[in-house]
């Protein structure tokens, strides 16, 4: 979903009326200021991951155990994920999450600083499959601008989504943007040594085909 300008002003205030704190909880505070990532996280972080509605946490938790150097910024607007999530980075000991609940396709580039992204990660967001909800989609031509200005040199795209349709359509939009991303393969039915959600195995589990995209990004001089 696209938000005009003035719009976006008014929901800043609406977003800021979070009922949950933490530690690990990073929220902006004045509007156009970006946060300082590179100083929330432990000073042995040598890389960053963002993950765009992280869900009940299963993907970011796993990642996060296996790859302790990398930070790790999960954005997820339902308060009760990122509980949930909470509970089990305290239950493990892991200090490289940090969550922040704004939502995503409200504000951005606003609050997130240029090429700072190795990988950034959006596994099944909503399809919105009615035709006049797909406005709402969050894989549209200006996100996927904004997601391209976030990663770093040869930074990593990956997206998942188990409707056939919004994956074929995100396939024909990247096509389109090859000055932006490239690829070693359209998209996959597999995504080998990579944490499984348990929203993406009571999809497999249904016999739903989940499609897999990985896109690079492509340095424009």
């Known amino acids: 979903m696209i938000v005009n300008p003035d719009v976006k002003q008014k929901l800043w205030k609406f977003a800021l009326r979070t009922p949950y704190t933490s530690d690990y909880l990073l929220q902006p ?13 432990p000073k042995e972080t040598d890389s960053l991951c963002l993950e765009l509605g992280s869900g009940w946490g299963e993907v970011a938790i796993e990642l996060a155990k296996r790859n302790p150097n990398t930070g790790f910024l999960l954005m997820e607007k339902k308060i009760d994920r990122v509980k949930a999530t909470e509970a089990k980075r305290a239950e493990l000991g892991l200090e490289n999450i940090r969550y922040m609940t704004t939502n995503f396709q409200w504000f951005f580039t606003e609050i997130l600083d240029r090429e700072i992204f190795d990988t950034i990660i959006i596994n099944f967001p909503d399809p919105w499959p009615k035709r006049r909800h797909h406005k709402n989609r969050a894989m549209q031509a200006p996100f996927l601008e904004e997601i391209h200005t976030l990663l770093r040199p040869n930074g990593r795209l990956l997206f998942a989504t188990d409707y056939g349709p919004y994956a074929r359509k995100t396939i024909l939009l990247l096509r389109k943007m090859k000055e932006l991303y490239a690829f070693d393969e359209e998209y996959a039915f597999e995504r080998p040594n990579f944490p499984v959600s348990f929203f ?9 085909k989940i499609y897999y995209l990985e896109r690079r990004k492509v340095n424009q001089s």
């Open 200 to 208: 993406e195995s009571e999809k497999r589990n249904e016999g739903k």
């Open 29 to 41: 505070k004045v509007w156009g200021k970006k946060i300082d990532l590179k100083n929330v996280f």
